[in-house]
């Protein structure tokens, strides 16, 4: 059992506060949106609201920080709060070129693992290398830090715009961009379905709601 205090408790509160800040949406008023007034003065909601988010983790297997952040993504968005993009979150890990003995690394380096990552690693992969999270916005809007890639063969970039990098392993830079080009592709495949799921759901709710 962690405690509050924890390293990790205290990392996954700010990932989810990060989260919950940029899904967040608060309606102004007109002076404030044509600049007559302060930013955040016409927008009393802000002011006099509050947001709780608990995450109850039942097992945990690796991957926590990802699977609490596309939790509180789908709570929030089927919580009739007022949200913009959706963000998901992604984790892998990177195998280690070097192992603890020389034969270890003599392994490693026959199978070519030095540059494989593992894709949503689970608890013993994740205690062994570390793993790296990324979430970011499903559908980015532009306006802050982006991470650019593009497919082998395919000439059209994409942009994802980043809201938080949270790394425990140890990794190159070149390993890093590999990383982060992993997770990448990981939450564009998170980011369809649980946009999916979301619209699915609204959808069921605004059926019963009809009769």
Known sequence: TRGRTDRFILELEGLLR???ESMLRFPQSENAAAGGASAGAGAPHQRSS????????VEAD???K????????CAM???NLSCGDLVVACCCTPVASF???????????????SSRMFLDPNGTETAKFGELTLSVKATSL??????????AGEREEREEEVVSVSCDAKVTPEDLEECLEACGQGCRAI????????MTHINRVALVAQH
């Open 142 to 151: 532009g306006g802050g830090p982006t991470l650019t890639s593009a497919a």
């Open 50 to 57: 509050e947001v709780q988010v608990k995450v109850l983790v």
């Open 191 to 198: 980011a369809k379905f649980v946009r999916t799921s979301v």
């Open 99 to 113: 192992g603890n003995t020389l034969k270890e690394s003599r392994e490693l380096a026959a199978m070519n693992l």
């Open 62 to 64: 690796g991957g926590v």
């Open 66 to 73: 990802a699977c609490c952040q596309n939790a509180v993504t």
């Open 77 to 79: 968005a089927a919580a």
């Open 18 to 20: 990060s989260t919950v």
